[in-house]
């Protein structure tokens, strides 16, 4: 849209939209800057004006492997980052070469254990699919993601007009499958290398919800037994808790119940009912009942014997905000 220019914004302006959110009653923040970390003095100053202000919102943000240091992390993580995004692409160095990545898997290995070690989370993310992609190359990235020890996600190729791999894609070896644009949302496939087919990129992607899905049932597992870590065991509560809110909200559940009569109470009554139409454990419906309404999120109106629930305006008012996108805590604002 306007070239290899980069407009940033003054710090202080960043920082007063954070206040605002904060005192909105949100507790998170998405920064959807798709490269944060290149300019450090501009993140540094950014940094400094939420400790200035004594900000305890946290927010996570999207970075390169080559444009950390231990300073700008620590500095980072002081200011309430709790956590990095890295596109990482490929496990494989001539694939990125090919892709002008410009970096080195010896550096994707070196900045996801420096972002650990700072206390913050370091997540991976891959593409499927890229110039010379083939069975092997994808398995070496699975491999790779796996090997760093950190939460990573794998998506497909989704070459966008004016893009150069889809301008060049003859030249790459890319066979572009559709134009339906609908499906480019980098989790179907729409390309093809020669040595990486639909059904190639499909079994990978197939193994990877796989594990996904085996991977907290190791999880649930460890937690009925309580030999679950209590960070693993916020981060589930954490990702069910999104999960439920969403499903909340995509469907207008909410919206849409009207007057419940109340039998025990109004908390219970809701979780009954919302335990059903979303096929979950009942305990586990009365629990983000309860967390939600406790964060000033859901409030119930009592009229006749009845309740009437409904999203609030913010926690401040005892209420909650329905600004919540796909994939985001209820009460954090993707920005």
């Not at 070469?97 to 989370?121: C, F, H, N, P, Y």
């Not at 070459?159 to 134009?179: H, M, N, Q, S, W």
Request: overall charge neutral; some cysteine; hydrophobic content about 35%.
């Amino acid at each position: 849209m306007t070239g290899r220019t980069v407009r940033r914004r003054n710090p202080k302006l960043v920082v007063d939209e954070m206040q605002m959110v904060q005192d909105l009653g949100f507790k998170e923040i998405y920064v959807e800057d798709d490269l944060l970390t290149l300019n450090h003095a501009h993140v540094n100053a950014i940094c400094d004006e939420i400790m200035d202000r004594g900000l305890k919102i946290k927010w996570n943000a999207f970075s390169r492997v080559d444009t950390i240091t231990r300073e700008l992390l620590k500095k980072m993580k002081e200011a309430g980052c709790y956590g990095l995004v890295y596109g990482v692409e490929s496990g494989n160095q001539e694939i990125l070469d090919r892709v002008k990545k410009k970096i080195t898997l010896k550096k994707i290995k070196q900045a996801v254990a420096l972002t650990k070690e700072t206390g913050m989370s370091a997540v991976t993310s891959f593409i499927l699919g890229l110039p010379g992609e083939t069975q092997k190359t994808m398995r070496e990235s699975y491999d790779l993601a796996k090997s760093l020890n950190a939460p990573y996600c794998l998506h497909v190729l989704a070459p966008f007009p004016g893009t150069e791999v889809r301008e060049k894609a003859k030249e790459y070896g890319i066979t572009v499958l559709t134009d339906e644009w609908s499906k480019y949302d980098a989790n179907r496939v729409v390309t093809t290398t020669p040595g990486a087919g639909a059904k190639e990129v499909q079994q990978i992607l197939h193994q990877y919800y796989t594990d996904v899905k085996r991977y907290e049932r190791f999880q649930e597992t460890r937690e009925r037994q309580g030999i679950l870590s209590n960070e693993d065991i916020q981060e589930r509560r954490r990702r069910r808790g999104q999960r439920f809110a969403w499903s909340l909200l995509r469907n207008d559940y909410i919206e849409n119940l009207g007057p419940l009569e109340i039998e025990e109470s109004p908390t219970r009554d809701l979780a009954l009912r919302l335990a059903e139409s979303l096929s979950l454990p009942l305990h586990q419906a009365e629990e983000e009942v309860t967390r939600l309404e406790t964060e000033g999120l859901l409030a119930p109106q009592v009229v006749d014997g009845h309740a009437l629930w409904s999203w609030s305006k913010g926690p401040s008012e005892g209420a909650a905000s329905g600004a919540n996108t796909p994939g985001t805590q209820p009460g954090s604002l993707a920005s």
